[in-house]
Nanobody, 125 residues
Framework: QLQLVESGGGLVQPGGSLRLSCAASRFSLDYYAIGWFRQAPGKEREGVSC????????KYADPVKGRFTISRDNAKNTVYLQMSTLKPEDTAVYFC??????????????????WGQGTQVTVSS
């Protein structure tokens, strides 16, 4: 079961930054594209960003473009989402999962791993 564990969420003021981590303990992430998704209260889960297995391709949803940066450290078997200039509308539970490929902003239909618990990000003053 390809399940990942998210961490790094928290409460941050508007304009602040957070770095989320997505780690695997039971398999190697080396060969997988990874997607970050988020789900705000009352809204559908949406794709935020993705990164190819090599790290050479990244995609971002328009609302986060220029503010979020996805990266991976295969030696640490971890994918990161650096979030800067956070806005209240970024408040959501953030999830990561393996996806089929990173050729476009991921959708829930491109994932083939399991959903984890997610990590809560709250942007509020």
């Amino acid at each position: 079961q390809l399940q990942l564990v998210e961490s790094g969420g928290g409460l941050v003021q508007p304009g602040g930054s957070l770095r989320l981590s997505c780690a695997a303990s039971r398999f190697s992430l080396d060969y997988y594209a990874i997607g970050w998704f988020r789900q705000a209260p009352g809204k559908e889960r949406e794709g935020v960003s993705c990164i190819s297995s090599s790290g050479g391709i990244t995609k971002y949803a328009d609302p986060v473009k220029g503010r979020f940066t996805i990266s991976r450290d295969n030696a640490k078997n971890t994918v990161y989402l650096q979030m800067s200039t956070l806005k209240p509308e970024d408040t959501a539970v953030y999830f990561c999962t393996t996806i089929s490929s990173c050729t476009a902003v991921p959708t829930i239909f491109s994932r083939f791993g399991s959903w984890g618990q997610g990590t809560q990000v709250t942007v509020s003053s």
